[in-house]
């Protein structure tokens, strides 16, 4: 016995959501378990390495098995054309027409939408990992920085260094809005979500300061060559994990991992007493000396 192990997440013009690729690693781990010889096919488009579909020959397999997702589409239909003479298997799927050849096209059905002898997704069955939660909150263009302006470099390396990242990203957007869902109304609403970060990721300032009055570490990367707004406003905090516009992977991985370490997080968990000039303008106000 040899085992083909697919799903949504194995077709080139499939997509592969949390959700699938939980159910195939539970069904991986059970087969593993059993002592059942399997592959997990992948799409070329979610992962590159392999393997995929094109690169297992049908004679290499006695069974497939195609784990969560509807079984409907013209993709299921070229599947069971392909592995015409293996044993095809469909488990924790939905079965949206029984007649659909699809649906048919399976040897066996074991769905999980069935009435009241319905179970339980696949998902849930998974193993999880525990990577942390990152914010991202990337700075506009600013033209008032002229010709000192990095912000499509550091992006292009932060976003670059985000994607191959461990962790559960984030976007974030301190832009309030009230007639928007996806934006916060209110400042209260916006530090709130950060507090629930592990860390923050940011290149303006207002994401350096939230970050920190929500106790999170922040790891921020000034956009600007020679040093802007978001470099004097870490001074300012005595904040350490600063980086300037030119900073490569090497340095984001040595003060991510900082961030993420028990004196990370805390010194962003300590106070940050107010230094600005909020006295200083009573007094102007007043006129006093």
């Not at 392999?50 to 497939?64: I, K, N, Q």
């Not at 059905?109 to 914010?135: K, Q």
Request: aromatic letters at 6%.
């Amino acid at each position: 016995m040899r085992v083909l192990l697919t799903g949504w997440a194995s077709f080139r013009r499939g997509e592969a959501t949390a959700g699938d690729v939980l159910s195939l690693r539970a069904v991986s781990d059970v087969l593993a378990e059993a002592g059942v010889d399997h592959v997990t096919a992948w799409s070329p488009g979610f992962r590159p390495e392999g393997p995929h579909l094109e690169d297992a020959h049908p004679d290499a397999f006695s069974h497939v098995v195609f784990a969560c997702g509807p079984l409907h589409g013209a993709q299921l239909n070229e599947l069971h054309e392909r592995y015409a003479h293996c044993r095809r298997v469909a488990v924790g799927v939905s079965v949206p027409d029984p007649h659909d050849p699809a649906a048919t096209g399976f040897d066996a059905v074991l769905a999980r939408d069935d009435g009241d002898a319905s179970t339980a997704d696949l998902s849930l069955a998974a193993w999880l990992e525990a990577p942390p939660a990152v914010g991202v909150l990337l700075a506009p263009d600013q033209p008032e920085y002229g010709a000192d302006r990095r912000h499509q470099d550091v992006h292009e390396t932060l976003t670059g260094w985000l994607r191959d990242l461990d962790c559960g990203r984030v976007e974030l957007d301190t832009r309030l809005a009230t007639d928007d869902w996806r934006h916060c109304s209110t400042p209260d609403q916006f530090v709130s979500v950060a507090a629930r970060l592990d860390v923050l990721v940011s290149t303006r300032l207002h994401g350096l300061v939230l970050g920190l009055k929500a106790g999170v570490p922040v790891l921020a990367v000034d956009p600007v060559a020679h040093g802007g707004k978001v470099t004097a406003q870490a001074a300012a905090l005595g904040w350490p994990a600063i980086l300037p516009a030119a900073a490569g992977r090497a340095e984001l991985d040595e003060w991510f991992e900082w961030c993420c370490s028990a004196e990370g997080r805390a010194r962003a968990a300590g106070e940050h007493p107010y230094p600005g000039p909020l006295a200083e303008l009573v007094g102007e106000l007043k006129g006093l000396p």
